[in-house]
């Protein structure tokens, strides 16, 4: 049988609760009746069978696929907020026991601005799950209907989507595991197999949801995390007590056709969260020792790739066929090694690895010759330093375009010249403030 899409019924007299999920049921009628026909054409049974079972399965991996994206998102944002915790501890920290109206709000932008820095969104963590809600539903209501549109009787109806009486008829005759897609536990037509098939799906559901929760994502969150107030981390583990609950509470009412694919559904996320604390282990979680070693080597392969092109771009900038001046090529030398390490330590974060000094960086003024990275002390005064110079290394080059006297009463040569002296007066005087310390601490010792 071919598909063929005709016009959609508007919802008629269902439900009010229908009326709503309407648009949701008639999305999801087309794509199990598409599926089906798919599987038809590859020789499963048009008609009552495996096939409708089939449909199902392939409902719940199409929905799992257009969840991936929303998946990443929500692991980028759990890696940012796990960056930013430090932050958001010390804020918490800052404002502990402290309930007056100005101390929240204080506490409230504080936290936004490090949620802003790191990128980090509580909300995304919980888009894979609002985006699965109306599905849920509207399959359920869906199987709900498909009895009295196979008999007839669904007031207004003949159909929902691609689901005709006689699709209906079939998929309410199709069964697992020698029960139809459309019995419950305790409804019409429900008798002892019944209740034992419904009740393995569901002891399934319950058992997967702890595994999933306690042995993959629980595993693959540091400590720091782990023993944190980050609400985030108090949501999983309450999903770990709520989602076996509510499997509990709610298996026995819905369909064996939803069942079916909420066990679909679980074993995609055990699957798909296994391959997550393999690929991308948190750092400082149990997975990330787990793969460390492996890792390790992951790393320095990448490392040795990136360290090639890093040597080609130095040596490109040293050739300076941009023609800048001595200062210049030293920013750009500068640059290029900060971006080294900025992808070093970002590939670092996704294998899970701890951090590391990832290379030198040649600074200004006193702090020549350190080893100078992001989050190491004194990096912020050199990031300013760094930025200061390569904004007056532009004005320089602005100003050497002309050679002519500018609103100081100097010409760019003149102007340079004295911004040279500045500069080397301010290094002897941050060399001499520096001996002077190192004088006075070893005498002090």
Same mark, same amino acid.
């Given at each position: 049988?071919?598909?063929?899409?005709?016009?959609? +019924?508007?919802?008629?007299?269902?439900?009010?609760?229908?009326?709503?999920?309407?648009?949701?049921?008639?999305?999801?009628?087309?794509?199990?009746?598409?599926?089906?026909?798919?599987?038809? $054409? +590859?020789?499963?049974?048009?008609?009552?069978?495996?096939?409708?079972?089939?449909?199902?399965?392939?409902?719940?991996?199409?929905?799992?696929?257009?969840?991936?994206?929303?998946?990443?998102?929500?692991?980028?944002?759990?890696?940012?907020?796990?960056?930013?915790? &430090?932050?958001?501890?010390?804020?918490?920290?800052?404002?502990?026991?402290?309930?007056?109206?100005?101390?929240?709000?204080?506490?409230?932008?504080?936290?936004?601005?490090?949620?802003?820095?790191?990128?980090?969104?509580?909300?995304?963590?919980?888009?894979?799950?609002?985006?699965?809600? &109306?599905?849920?539903?509207?399959?359920?209501?869906?199987?709900?209907?498909?009895?009295?549109?196979?008999?007839?009787?669904?007031?207004?109806?003949?159909?929902?989507?691609?689901?005709?009486?006689?699709?209906?008829?079939?998929?309410?005759?199709?069964?697992?595991?020698?029960?139809?897609?459309?019995?419950?536990?305790?409804?019409?037509?429900?008798?002892?197999?019944? %209740?034992?098939?419904?009740? $393995?799906?569901?002891?399934?559901?319950? $058992?997967?949801?702890?595994?999933?929760?306690?042995?993959?994502?629980?595993?693959?969150?540091?400590?720091?995390?782990?023993?944190?107030?980050?609400?985030?981390?108090?949501? @999983?583990?309450?999903?770990?007590?709520?989602?076996?609950?509510?499997?509990?509470?709610?298996? &026995?009412?819905?369909?064996?056709?939803?069942?079916?694919?909420?066990?679909?559904?679980? @074993?995609?996320?055990?699957?798909?969260?296994?391959?997550?604390? #393999?690929?991308?282990?948190?750092?400082?979680?149990?997975?990330?020792?787990?793969?460390?070693?492996?890792?390790?080597?992951?790393?320095?392969?990448?490392?040795?790739?990136?360290?090639?092109?890093?040597?080609?771009?130095?040596?490109?900038?040293?050739?300076?066929?941009?023609?800048?001046?001595?200062?210049?090529?030293?920013?750009?030398?500068?640059?290029?090694?900060?971006?080294?390490?900025?992808?070093?330590?970002?590939?670092?974060?996704?294998?899970?690895?701890?951090?590391?000094?990832?290379?030198?960086?040649?600074?200004?003024?006193?702090?020549?010759?350190?080893?100078?990275?992001?989050?190491?002390?004194?990096?912020?005064?050199?990031?300013?330093?760094?930025?200061?110079?390569?904004?007056?290394?532009?004005?320089?080059?602005?100003?050497?375009?002309?050679?002519?006297?500018?609103?100081?009463?100097? @010409?760019?040569?003149?102007?340079?010249?004295?911004?040279?002296?500045? #500069?080397?007066?301010? #290094?002897?005087?941050?060399?001499?403030?520096? %001996?002077? %310390?190192?004088?006075?601490?070893? @005498?002090?010792?």
């Amino acid at each position: 049988m071919l598909l063929t899409i005709v016009p959609a +019924a508007g919802p008629g007299n269902l439900a009010l609760y229908d009326k709503i999920l309407y648009p949701f049921m008639w999305v999801i009628g087309w794509i199990m009746r598409g599926i089906h026909e798919l599987l038809a $054409l +590859a020789g499963v049974s048009s008609g009552a069978g495996v096939g409708w079972v089939l449909s199902i399965v392939g409902l719940t991996v199409f929905v799992r696929l257009l969840l991936v994206p929303l998946f990443v998102k929500q692991i980028k944002a759990t890696r940012a907020m796990s960056l930013a915790q &430090p932050e958001m501890s010390a804020i918490q920290k800052k404002y502990k026991g402290k309930r007056d109206q100005q101390s929240m709000i204080r506490m409230q932008e504080e936290t936004r601005a490090v949620q802003r820095k790191y990128g980090a969104s509580m909300s995304a963590s919980c888009l894979p799950i609002l985006f699965q809600m &109306p599905v849920f539903f509207a399959l359920y209501r869906l199987l709900y209907n498909m009895k009295p549109i196979a008999d007839g009787v669904l007031p207004g109806h003949d159909s929902i989507g691609g689901m005709g009486q006689v699709q209906a008829q079939d998929l309410w005759h199709s069964t697992f595991f020698g029960q139809s897609l459309g019995l419950t536990m305790f409804g019409p037509g429900s008798i002892m197999s019944t %209740k034992i098939v419904v009740g $393995l799906m569901v002891a399934y559901l319950v $058992l997967s949801m702890l595994f999933q929760t306690a042995f993959l994502t629980m595993k693959n969150m540091s400590q720091e995390q782990l023993n944190s107030d980050n609400p985030m981390v108090k949501s @999983t583990k309450s999903m770990m007590y709520l989602m076996p609950l509510m499997y509990l509470f709610t298996g &026995p009412v819905v369909q064996v056709g939803l069942l079916v694919y909420w066990v679909t559904s679980n @074993t995609w996320m055990i699957l798909q969260q296994f391959f997550i604390m #393999r690929a991308f282990p948190t750092r400082g979680s149990a997975a990330a020792k787990w793969r460390e070693a492996a890792h390790e080597k992951k790393f320095e392969a990448f490392r040795e790739k990136e360290e090639a092109k890093l040597a080609a771009e130095l040596e490109r900038i040293e050739l300076n066929e941009e023609g800048l001046n001595h200062k210049g090529v030293q920013v750009a030398i500068r640059q290029a090694r900060l971006n080294h390490i900025h992808l070093l330590e970002k590939h670092r974060m996704e294998l899970g690895l701890p951090e590391i000094n990832l290379g030198t960086v040649d600074a200004v003024g006193n702090t020549a010759g350190q080893r100078m990275q992001p989050g190491q002390k004194g990096w912020e005064q050199y990031k300013a330093q760094f930025e200061a110079d390569m904004a007056e290394e532009r004005a320089e080059t602005e100003a050497a375009r002309e050679d002519v006297v500018g609103k100081d009463g100097l @010409t760019a040569a003149q102007r340079a010249q004295k911004q040279a002296e500045r #500069r080397a007066a301010e #290094r002897q005087a941050k060399k001499k403030k520096q %001996k002077q %310390k190192n004088n006075k601490r070893n @005498t002090s010792h």
